[in-house]
């Protein structure tokens, strides 16, 4: 059964600021309260009384019914002063360093004294009795919750240590070339490693320090949008390693607040859904990050969140959700719009529960947890591209939710979607079901011997539009940086689907495609004499991320989704199971059961969807609906309700 999980500030209260609390947390009908554990350092004296106030606190919570963890904050640093023993620490222990020489105020895990200071904050935790530890996701040497500046730890120490491994001496400004530019080398290869040591001698220490109170207690690893490719040990093995012999569970990284590094609630949805079956697979229990930050309402609607715990709810790919319904700072009824929602949509969760089973099913969104110490940067797959807004959510999943296509991680029918870097590691049978690729992916396959369509590749200027030839129409093509377009040469067979034009375009938009200056081949579909087929995009996808409102982005026109629904139907000879067009952040979410196929509609936008009508795979006889009224006509599902913003409706099809 899936849990909700608060996350509940440790601290003095009144008593009827308890009475207030309790009342609330047992309104909302918390599964487990993940008391929050203050790390300090140096000071005996702060460490004795955050134990003895979370202790207080936890018996309170356990004395109202509840099941209570420990949530650690912070590990190794935020990047920034989390609290006043941090500045005395900060002149003591050695400070994690930037490639570029700039200190963060982050400890190095190399420095054994900064360690074994942490290391008594989690005997104390182990101490209070509790059955789970959580880490907070500053657990990186990226420079914490900082935005990516940084590569691992070039301290003083860390240097020494690396010209070592290596036998000889290298500068931190020829080894940043060397991690970030170029092919896979032994400087990177080396500097990755020790990255990795670096962190599970952390990780080993922080389970010793647990396990010899209680080796019970399960102790679980926050990810962040660096755990992933950027940190040397691969977050799958920081889990195992932390959980020693007790089964690893992480909080995965993407939440509702994330609004302002992704380019919308969509994509933060779909990171989670790519993580949980990394970790998934890996017999890792996972909890989403249902986190509201910085609280009230003001800043995070509780539809954001209320959207965000519906749809993994219906993935059923996760085991919980560590959901952020209280203010750390006010009183408990100060803001009690979240837990109104929550309550009020309860009978939503039971029919999720009830109706969505089976396997997700869609267009294959193909990515794996690839570390950059196996990365080739070049023009078509630059580093800062890469990094640029943070790692995650994947650029792959920027395109898929802003053109509302039904997705899975796992499923083996149908055809996928592969972008740059994970070309890489695809084989006969993942090419077999049709690929649609970007451009560094099919060079890639291409530098590989498979026959992707087209010869020749160059750099091309940035376009000002898009000219879809079938339309015959154009979008605005405006990115906000130049470089990541090239131009090819497609063989005969290919079918050009879009061409990019160059003109002399303004703010407000593109001049027509007859005052083109310049064009070239947008996107092709290719059929090779092996019979396997691709739709390749000559653009770079990491080059081309769009966030900013005043453009309109390659990816969210309504000519893109037409693309990407025929595509899949030419690639693979199968329809998507379901799409709706021209409804911007609707989420579909797909679950076939045997016979049966569930549709979840998700309206994550201000608009309303009139006459919504669902396009399906093929004529089903019979439709059961949630929410929602509508009939079956040949292959389309058509609705006779409007799907009102941030509302749901389900259907069932047999």
């Not at 037409?562 to 199968?574: H, M, N, P, V």
């Amino acid at each position: 059964m899936y849990k909700v999980n608060i996350p509940f500030k440790s601290k003095l209260r009144s008593e009827k600021e308890w009475e207030i609390s309790i009342s609330e947390l047992k309104r909302a009908k918390a599964d487990g309260i993940y008391l929050i554990y203050d790390r300090f350092l140096l000071d005996d004296k702060k460490k004795q009384r955050t134990k003895s106030i979370f202790e207080d606190n936890k018996k309170m919570l356990e004395t109202a019914g509840f099941e209570v963890y420990a949530w650690v904050v912070p590990t190794i640093g935020y990047g920034s002063l989390a609290n006043e023993t941090e500045v005395e620490a900060a002149k003591k222990y050695r400070k994690i360093m930037g490639v570029h020489g700039k200190e963060t105020n982050a400890f190095c895990p190399l420095d054994d004294d900064f360690c074994k200071d942490l290391y008594t904050t989690f005997s104390n935790v182990a101490k209070t009795g509790v059955k789970r530890i959580l880490l907070e996701d500053e657990f990186t040497l990226t420079g914490g919750k900082l935005p990516i500046n940084s590569i691992g730890c070039c301290c003083d120490t860390h240097m020494k240590k690396l010209c070592e491994i290596l036998g000889e001496d290298i500068s931190r400004e020829k080894l940043a070339k060397h991690l970030t530019e170029g092919k896979p080398n032994k400087y990177r290869e080396a500097f990755f490693k020790l990255s990795e040591q670096s962190l599970i001698k952390v990780a080993k220490g922080i389970e010793k320090a647990v396990h010899d109170i209680d080796p019970q207690i399960r102790i679980g690893m926050s990810a962040n949008s660096a755990s992933y490719h950027i940190e040397g040990a691969d977050f799958v093995t920081l889990c195992k390693t932390v959980a020693g012999n007790t089964k690893p569970f992480a909080r995965l990284t993407g939440a509702p607040y994330w609004k302002d590094n992704a380019p919308n609630m969509n994509s933060v949805i779909e990171t989670i859904r790519g993580q949980s079956v990394w970790c998934a697979n890996e017999g890792i229990e996972c909890m989403t990050e249902g986190d509201t930050y910085p609280r009230p309402r003001f800043i995070v609607p509780a539809s954001h969140l209320e959207m965000y715990d519906m749809i993994l709810r219906a993935d059923k790919n996760t085991d919980s959700i560590l959901k952020y319904m209280h203010d750390y700072n006010s009183k408990d009824n100060y803001e009690t719009g979240y837990i109104d929602n929550h309550v009020e949509n309860a009978g939503i969760y039971e029919e999720i529960e009830k109706r969505f089973k089976g396997s997700t099913v869609g267009l294959k969104v193909y990515e794996t947890p690839y570390s950059i110490s196996e990365m080739d940067f070049d023009e078509t797959f630059p580093y800062m591209a890469f990094a640029d807004h943070g790692i995650l959510p994947l650029i792959s999943q920027w395109l898929v939710t802003d053109c509302s296509v039904p997705t899975t991680y796992g499923s083996a029918e149908g055809a996928s979607l592969v972008f740059g870097q994970n070309a890489k590691s695809l084989t006969e049978s993942d090419i077999k079901g049709g690929l649609i690729l970007d451009i560094a992916a099919a060079k890639i396959l291409m530098e590989k011997g498979v026959d992707v369509g087209f010869t020749n590749i160059e750099e091309a200027p940035k376009p000002s539009g898009e000219y879809f030839i079938e339309q015959d129409d154009i979008i605005c093509a405006a990115t906000e940086r130049e470089g990541g377009f090239f131009r090819i040469t497609p063989n005969p067979e290919a079918k050009v689907l879009s061409e990019f034009y160059c003109s002399f375009g303004s703010l407000i938009g593109t001049t027509g495609f007859c005052e083109a200056q310049d064009r070239y081949p947008a996107c092709y579909m290719y059929e090779n004499k092996k019979g396997q087929r691709f739709m390749v995009y000559t653009f770079a996808a990491t080059c081309i991320k769009t966030k900013c409102s005043g453009y309109s982005g390659l990816f969210r026109n309504y000519y893109r989704q037409s693309q990407l629904i025929e595509g899949y139907k030419w690639l693979c000879g199968r329809k998507l199971p379901a799409v709706c067009k021209k409804a911007p952040y609707l989420y579909i979410i797909c679950k076939r059961e045997e016979e049966k196929l569930h549709i979840g509609l998700f309206n994550i936008s201000a608009d309303k969807i009139y006459n919504p009508v669902i396009e399906v795979e093929k004529e089903y006889k019979s439709a059961d609906f949630y929410n929602c009224t509508g009939r079956i006509e040949g292959e389309n599902v058509v609705l006779e309700e409007t799907i009102l913003p941030y509302s749901v409706a389900f259907i069932t099809l047999s």
